[in-house]
Structures are given as C-alpha cells and as structure tokens.
C-alpha cells in the first residue's frame, strides 16, 4: 500500500471547473500559491470581475497570483522561488512555457475534462455534447508544450446522459477530476505509474466558443439542435428572434416528424418549430428583458407566435 506524502503545490486555475480541484488539494497538501486569470470586466456594468478560483482561494487565505502571461523572467523568478515539488493545472488558460514546464521535480500535471486525446482543446465538454459523444471523462497528464499533448497517467469515464448541460457535466467532471487527482499523485510521487503516450491518430480538437454560435439554424436536423442547445448552456447559450427580440431557447427536445425550417408548429401541448430534418419540441424559453418560463406559459401571452416562421442563418 502506498503512503501519502503531503506535497509542495503551486495550482494553477480558474474556471468554476477548477474550484473542487482546488479545495481537494488544500485539505491534503500544502497549496504554496494559486495562479488564476487576471479579473476581467463582466456583468451587467462590466465591473472587474475576479475569476471563481482566485474568490474560493481568497476565501481560504491563499496567496494568490495574477500574471498576464507566464513567459517574462520575473514570473519564473518568483515560481523557482516558491520551490514547489510539482504544479497543478485544470482550465487555467494560458499556456505554460518551457521554463515553467521545468520547474517542478514531479512536473506539471493537469486536470483535462475529456478522454484525451479526444477533444483536447479549450472547450472539450461541450465539444462531447455536440458530437453526440455517449461517454466521456477526466483525464490526467503531465504537461508539455502542446496543447493538451503531454502523457497520460490516469483517466476516469462517465456516461453523458440525455438531460446533461455543459453547465451540469462540467459539475460532474470537476468532482471526479478531484478524486481522481487524489488518488493519482500519491502513486505518481511514489514511482508507481508509468506515463501512456497520446495516439496521435485519435486526436480531436475544441476550440473556443462565441456568441453568435448560439444562434439556432434551423435548416439543421432537430437531434443537433437539441445537443446545441444542451452543449451551449450556460454559455453561449441557444437563441433565436421573436418580434425583433432575443428568444433564449433554454430547454428543448429532438422529435420525428417534420415542418417547414423555422416554422413554429402547435399540435396538443406540444410546441416545436420545423428543422432540417425533424421538429424540435420547446421546453423552455425567455424573451429579452422577460423571466425564464415554460413554453406553454409564454404562447399565452404571445399571440401569432404558432404559425410564425423564425429567422433562420443565411
């Protein structure tokens, strides 16, 4: 039996994803300093906002650093410093040089949502989603240069299921990413795991979301708009135009059948709209500057809505 051996840590993180991980390392290991993104303008009055990592870190006392990029030599100077026996990443962001790379005898080791080396890249659960992806999982690995190229020395797998958001799988992943991180590095520190090379033949890259990918075409089949809108919630969301306004399409379900593209169909207590091949059925919506509600609810006050053709993406 392994014996566990509290470390020297430097974590590096900032997403919500990264949070757990997080406190799971500070209730077994000495957390040197947590390095998360600097605040950035968000909200409503696009007031400086820290990141979820640097509020919980905050909140348990840590030192917490904030560097704009990891490459000028003052910021390696102050890593060396802090003599960490390795780093922990997870949805940090920015991408650790050679220099850095260096530093820890145990190396820098992440936390990735994704069985790598599928969906490597900067949004791979919602990546899992839109592929219509039945499994996925967490991954950890030793860094190198690459984007998410480096060995792999555990993984762990878990259903997708049918009602996962990105927002509810991410909650999901973050847990069993702390666990398992838990129970890797004792047996990484102790010699007894050999890194896995990536098959490079299996690789897959996310990219970066925008908003405007929110917006619904509906010449596409009715199963990938509900994975759409399953993957894009909570960020960037789904959405189409009522009446010269924003309609958020928040819940949504993929039905045989067919209609016109964009056409808002009403048959019995389903609503749904016609998609390239198929209907997809509207759960729950919210019109700009209106509460969330269900679809049902909302025709009631919106007459001419069943019958109306929604815009669709030229």
Request: aromatic share 4%; proline share 8%; glycine share 10%.
């Amino acid at each position: 039996m392994i014996q566990f051996k509290s470390m020297k840590i430097v974590f590096m993180g900032s997403p919500e994803f990264a949070v757990p991980i997080l406190e799971s390392l500070v209730s077994k290991h000495q957390v040197l300093a947590v390095y998360t993104q600097p605040d950035r303008p968000g909200g409503r009055g696009l007031e400086s906002t820290p990141s979820p990592v640097k509020r919980r870190a905050s909140a348990l006392g840590l030192n917490v650093i904030q560097p704009n990029s990891l490459k000028p030599a003052e910021v390696v100077t102050d890593l060396q410093a802090l003599k960490p026996e390795a780093i922990i990443v997870a949805a940090y962001g920015l991408l650790i040089p050679r220099s850095i790379l260096d530093i820890p005898p145990s190396g820098c080791i992440n936390v990735h949502p994704s069985l790598l080396p599928r969906h490597r890249g900067a949004s791979p659960v919602t990546a899992a989603i839109l592929s219509g992806d039945g499994v996925t999982g967490v991954s950890i690995m030793l860094l190198d240069e690459g984007w998410d190229t480096g060995p792999v020395l555990a993984q762990v797998s878990t259903p997708i299921l049918a009602t996962d958001t990105t927002g509810l799988l991410t909650v999901r992943l973050s847990k069993l990413g702390a666990q398992l991180l838990e129970d890797t590095l004792p047996r990484w520190q102790a010699g007894g795991i050999k890194p896995q090379p990536q098959d490079e033949s299996k690789a897959t890259y996310s990219r970066l979301l925008h908003k405007e990918e929110g917006q619904l075409d509906w010449k596409l089949p009715a199963p990938d708009l509900e994975r759409r809108v399953r993957a894009f919630q909570p960020w960037p969301g789904c959405f189409t135009q009522w009446r010269g306004k924003m309609l958020k399409v928040l819940q949504a379900e993929a039905l045989a059948g067919s209609g016109e593209p964009g056409r808002v169909i009403g048959k019995g207590d389903i609503i749904g709209v016609g998609a390239g091949d198929g209907i997809l059925r509207l759960k729950v919506v919210q019109l700009e500057g209106k509460k969330t509600m269900d679809i049902q609810d909302f025709i009631r006050g919106q007459t001419g809505f069943i019958g109306s053709i929604l815009p669709n993406i030229r």
